[in-house]
């Protein structure tokens, strides 16, 4: 009670009670979600996309309810306390035009934050380990899997490309986004779409996207996925360094992990089956590669004639 | 009676004031939004970053210096006081009903109400020789194509066998509205010789759209301004040539009650001698009518002859009362002073863009 008596008492909120502890609650004004933050500078962070990117976009994040005094956030006890709108109702992947602006404007938002920002600065780049990859798997390719040989073969290959690409271009920067980038924060209300974002440490470059476009062709097709990054383009240019850095992302095979989560060597059976998932992983990830490239091979024909 | 179509198209607008409509009604530019809240009006604009910007600033910087009388915006949710979506702009105020038994003292209360705020933002500029220099050059030129458009309208039409009745109509008051545009563009030379003389300049917060319409009256009968999308920092004559303009095209409105406005108004705000002639000079040009040719040669097909020359006459009419306003104000002392002024920083331009009936 002591927290719906602080809300009432701070925000414009009436009638308000719990739908689901100690996320969700209902008010006279509809569902609302409630999101605890401890650190001060990602809360800022989030505000600050969360505003920048509803700026003149088809979209609207789930920005911070203001509360009676104008501010953003409460302080509640050794936290942050934000108010958000919530939905359920997804909101699908049939509006590819809706979707490539918001990406398109979120890319621009997350390629403006202040570089001098020291919270800008120590944002983590992951980085992506092929030896512990290698160690992992190093019992299957003692054995000689075929699979398993083939996919650390290419997957040396596609990081070297990505690794030439990312040195070329390391002196340009890279967009800071929210790590949970995903079509399921996607929500439909009034027919528009309602973008809930997340509240972990944000993420240097481009892997949040690159999961967002392998999450995109799970649901959709490649050419439902190439329509998506020429919507996304209209919006923000991926014709120059920024489309390189987002290929570059995008051929590291960070499915590797995946795939090896897949393996389990506590009996034949589940190896051979481990295996075969391994396969199927790898397989259904090389289609995203495929796409992404072909799309940039396409664009720059387009250019040349 | 909405329909879903509406409440769909404005649900995502509404979205932000957690608004749900029961009934959207359209009432000129303004949507009469209906919902269980209370019923607002929804204004839809088109205003870029910089201009939403400045509006908001303005509703709240009169609210700080202490002009209550503006219709208020709410604010959305998330503390924004505008909503943009796509290349459109909204934003959301109180809904007040039209009150017919006010519609007589409008005119003295819209007066009264820009004259405070003029009086709340009067700034005595720092004179800058560059920037007269380029508003009157910028005017005088404009004014001067304009002389020249009608002048060459006037030959055209004179060289037919047959003229149309709207061209006889303008021939027979030709020389008179030459004679007025000359005394406009004498009176602006005399604005600009006076601020190099006496290097002084003032400006004010100006509405930019002054209007009747643009005044309604709360439940108490108090009146409140709204639409200050096109407010500028500028001469206060800006407001008052706009104003007169207009009111001279009412029926009723006669130079003697114009005058006791422009008494009303300078209660608040004394002109200066070359602003008077400033303002004489706006009135004098006759745009309107330059407009009313503008409209003929471009679209004669869509109106009748007749509508064309009716609305020439009209212009005419007005022009003519406003010449005997001019001649009122010219020779009146300016009221005494009634309040005391502040003032919040600006920057100087004078702008004979648009709003021009």
Partial sequence: MELINTLEKEYELYGIRWKERPHLIMTDYGEKRIRYWSEKENLHWHIRWRDESSKGSGAVPDRMIRTKSGEPAIKYGNKWLTVHDHAEEWYGCEDVERWGQFIGTLLNTAMSSDKQDVFVKQTRHPVFDLKSCITLAEKYLEANFQCMVTSIKESKQRLDFSHAIKNKLRNHALPVLDKELSVKNGRKIFHFLFYQGGESLPIKGYLPLRKFLVEWLEQTSPSSLKLLLTEVNKHFSLDREQGLLLLAEVVTPWELYDCLDQLDNSSLERMIDGLKKYEDCWESNRILVKTVTEWFDEKRRKVAL | ?357
């Fill in chain 2, 1 to 357: 009676m909405t329909t879903e179509r509406e409440t769909l198209n404005y649900g995502p607008v509404l979205f932000h004031y957690d608004l749900f409509p029961e009934k959207i009604e359209q009432h000129g530019k303004v949507k009469k939004v209906i919902t269980k809240r209370g019923t607002f009006a929804l204004k839809e604009a088109e205003m870029t970053e910089d201009e939403r910007s400045w509006f908001t600033h303005v509703i709240q910087r009169l609210s700080e210096i202490g002009f209550h009388q503006v219709v208020p915006l709410y604010p959305t949710k998330f503390g924004d006081y505008t909503v943009q979506l796509g290349s459109r702009t909204y934003y959301l105020m109180p809904w007040f009903a039209s009150d017919e038994r006010n519609e007589r003292a409008k005119d003295e209360v819209l007066i009264d109400h820009l004259g405070k705020i003029h009086a709340l933002t009067l700034k005595e500029q720092d004179f800058s020789n560059e920037v007269v220099e380029h508003s009157y050059q910028y005017l005088m030129n404009r004014w001067e194509n304009r002389q020249y458009e009608m002048e060459r309208f006037t030959e055209e039409a004179e060289q037919k066998t047959y003229m149309s009745p709207f061209e006889l109509t303008y021939l027979s008051h030709f020389h008179q509205i030459m004679r007025m545009t000359e005394e406009a563009k004498r009176r602006l030379k005399e604005w600009y010789e006076t601020c190099q003389r006496e290097k002084r300049y003032r400006s004010v917060l100006c509405h930019g759209k002054v209007s009747r319409n643009h005044l309604i009256f709360n439940p108490t009968g108090e009146g409140h301004l709204l639409n200050f999308e096109k407010a500028v920092l500028d001469t206060p004559i800006r407001d008052l040539a706009v104003y007169f303009r207009r009111a001279a095209h009412q029926k009723e409105w006669t130079p003697e009650e114009g005058k006791s406005l422009l008494d009303l108004y300078e209660k608040h705000v004394p002109l200066l001698n070359e602003e008077r002639g400033l303002l004489i000079s706006y009135l004098s040009y006759p745009e309107p009518v330059f407009n009313a040719v503008d409209l003929y040669c471009m679209k004669r097909n869509d109106y009748s002859q007749i509508e064309m020359v009716h609305r020439l006459e009209s212009r005419i009419r007005a022009m003519k009362k406003i010449r005997n306003f001019c001649d009122a104000i010219m020779m009146a002392p300016p009221p005494a002073l009634i309040e005391p002024t502040d003032s919040i920083p600006t920057k100087i331009h004078i702008n004979d863009d648009g709003d021009h009936i």
